[in-house]
């Protein structure tokens, strides 16, 4: 182990239960699944396991309902310990001993409920219900019912039913959820949504008592010493109903601040909440509390080192906190007592044992896309990962010994070509990769010049490394042909050649003046003070928003009549910041407009038959991309397996392209 990160590994307690390391898996629902009777799955034991042998020292499972009659809840949407009691611990009782055998702790988290936050249908078969009568999150036409005093005490009495048959399952402690997030039993706590007038409203006491009298009834049914943690927001970030506040920007909360965070830290703590696993937002700031690659790494410490000044219970941290020296270094400063890590165990569920093993050029990279995690799942498939679709799917997929080595082609060193590669290598077959280029990475190279695009990077480095350790040999520098291909007979080739920009024909748009949008990011073009950015999908808005940071000013141009439409759709948090940060950063959006020619001063667009001319030093072309498949046409005769992928067989995206490879590769 490298010495610097042993800090990380040292034990820490809470309440009397000791864990084996700092780390912690967040809880995360979205890889999880379950029958119709709320009971877990074996897919969701195993996707448990797996982080469990990866080294975590604590897992703490994504959201339980404790009660689906006053708020009716869809089926098979999250676990529930209450609807099927002994199917329920059948199956819990499996999975805690399964992740004890490798010395991990396991809490089951446990919700009040959605509230405010439901979205209909997808997760309610009834009403929304709130403290108070107001507008759903998603659908400001559908009212929420107010809860009646007895409603809220029966859903009390549940959450300790609920720990009760979580104890005698063998987990070893709850998390309320959560003081966070805009969820229900947060509704409660901030003003903006509480205009109760009895035990559960007016002051801030009063509007805690709900999760007050929660953990009181389940240390009553459970006992003192078992740990009882609360999901604890410290800022809601709220600048308006549906809308969040940006790092850096100046707005009066209109959700619970930091003063009044720490008050209510103190009054839960005195109540029995034996840590709290920290963070900031609300549905109506949503990237805060699922936090894209726009935001800095670690972007929570600057609240949880406040937190950690006024309890005297452990402070756990994620969001962002997969730079094990950034972790280390917060650990020694006083801001946190355990390192949250929620989507980078998903990405690499190994990411603990590997840095223990001071294998920290092992470990796969989150993006920080929420592609495969989230977006995947509004798309109606399981939770799983953009780069890693093992994730959630450990039943289903997986890499296993070829049973004869074969020779391998790959042509192209992009995330679709990178992972054919080291998919065939783990396999076992004999694999050659050709690079037009000096690197691989093909499109990620400039994708990640940003520097909210690290991560891009980081999985380049990580699949260098990976396909090192594995001795694939790869040709940079040369170009596959039929000749060289033909040469090496091989039994399967994968050809991933990309894609190419699209090119406008247009008067003018041979002016030196015009530029494509992946040249500014290689930098083999430089651009001038005031830019126009043709096309506003997430390169033109990505790139804008680069420019901004180096001080360009831009506009962007969409024949749509919005931004962000064209394309793979983003998770919506994803969406959103980039929205937002596009607007804070005085980037100007003219839609519904077309580029009709270029003029030696700037640009003539069109929009609803009426002619605009717009001044610009360049004019950067980014209206996408068609795909590249010329070696694929000329042999695809010639090979029995042969296979098209990535950007080469259709213009999709990161997950698409590693996932179609992945899937290929491990079947072959």
């Known amino acids: 182990m490298n010495h610097k990160y042993r800090p990380l590994f040292e034990p820490f307690k809470i309440n009397k239960l000791e864990i084996q390391n700092k780390f912690f898996m967040a809880p995360m629902a979205t890889p999880t699944t379950c029958d119709a009777n709320g009971v877990y799955t ?61 010395d991990t702790k396991i809490f089951l988290q446990l919700t009040a409920g959605l509230g405010r936050s439901a979205i209909q249908p997808h997760a309610l078969k009834g009403e929304c219900v709130a403290p108070s009568p107001i507008s759903n999150r998603w659908d400001p036409s559908v009212s929420c019912r107010e809860l009646t005093t007895a409603e809220v005490e029966q859903i009390v009495t549940k959450f300790a039913q609920s720990a009760k048959i979580a104890q005698n399952s063998g987990f070893d402690g709850v998390e309320v959820h959560a003081v966070h997030e805009g969820y229900l039993l947060d509704c409660f706590t901030m003003t903006l949504f509480n205009q109760r007038t009895d035990k559960y409203g007016g002051d801030l006491k009063g509007r805690l008592t709900f999760a007050i009298e929660i953990v009181q009834a389940i240390k009553k049914a459970c006992g003192e010493d078992f740990p009882v943690i609360l999901r604890f927001s410290i800022k809601s970030y709220v600048k308006a109903i549906r809308q969040g506040g940006l790092p850096g920007e100046e707005f009066e909360e209109l959700g619970r601040d930091v003063q009044e965070a720490l008050e209510a830290a103190k009054i839960l703590e005195q109540a029995g909440y034996d840590a709290f696993d920290a963070d900031a937002g609300t549905y109506d ?80 990279p989150c ?75 093909g499109e990620l190279l400039i994708g ?159 929009s609803g038959g009426a002619e605009k001319e717009i001044f610009a030093d360049n004019i950067i072309i980014a209206v996408g991309f068609k795909p590249k498949k010329t070696l694929f046409e000329e042999l695809k005769f010639d090979y029995g397996r042969i296979y098209n992928l990535g950007d080469s067989k259709k213009i999709r995206n990161i997950r698409a392209a590693i996932w179609d490879a992945y899937e290929v590769a491990r079947s072959l």
């Open 367 to 441: 993006l920080g896309c929420h592609d495969g995690c989230f977006a995947r799942v509004i798309q109606g498939g399981r939770g799983s990962c953009a780069v890693n679709p093992e994730c959630g799917r450990e039943l289903i997929v997986g890499i296993v010994p070829a049973t004869k080595s074969k020779k391998v082609i790959v042509v192209g060193g992009g995330p679709a070509g990178m992972e054919a590669a080291r998919v065939s290598a783990l396999r076992g077959h004999q694999v050659t990769l050709f690079e037009a280029t000096g690197r691989i990475g």
């Open 448 to 606: 990640g010049v940003p520097n909210f695009k690290e991560d891009d990077i980081a999985l380049i480095k990580w699949y260098e490394h990976e396909l090192k350790e594995l001795k694939v040999d790869i040709k940079l520098k040369t170009k596959a042909t039929k000749a060289n291909i033909n040469e090496l007979v091989p039994d399967i080739v994968y050809i991933a050649e990309g894609s190419t920009p699209i090119e406008l024909k247009l008067p003018g748009i041979e002016s030196e003046k015009v530029v494509y949008a992946g040249d500014v990011l290689a930098g083999k073009k430089k651009v001038g003070a005031k830019c126009v950015i043709i096309g506003g999908g997430l390169v033109g808005c990505e790139l804008a928003l680069h420019l901004r940071y180096n001080s360009h000013e831009v506009t962007i141009v969409e024949a749509l009549n919005d931004i962000l439409k064209s394309g793979a759709p983003m998770a919506p948090m994803n969406e959103w910041m980039l929205r937002d940060l596009l607007a804070f950063n005085k980037v100007e959006l003219i839609t519904a407009a077309c580029l009709a020619k270029v003029t030696p001063t700037g640009a003539v667009l069109t």
């Open 42 to 102: 074996y897919d969701s034991m195993e996707y448990y396991v797996v982080r469990a042998k990866g080294g975590i020292g604590l897992i703490i499972t994504g959201a339980n309902w404790v009660e689906s009659e006053i708020e009716k809840h869809a089926d098979a949407f999250f676990p529930s310990p209450t609807k099927a009691p002994r199917p329920y611990q059948k199956m819990a009782v499996e999975i805690t001993e399964r992740v004890h055998a490798f």
């Open 285 to 364: 700031s949503w990237y805060w509390a699922h936090p894209p690659m726009y935001f800095k790494k670690g972007m929570y410490l600057h609240l949880t080192e406040q937190l950690k000044r006024v309890v005297n219970v452990p402070v756990m941290v994620a969001g962002r906190m997969d730079d094990p020296d950034m972790a280390v270094k917060a650990l020694e400063e006083g801001k946190l007592d355990a390192v949250g890590l929620g989507r980078a165990v998903l990405t690499d569920p190994e990411y603990p044992i590997k840095l223990k093993n001071d294998k920290i050029g092992s470990i796969r």
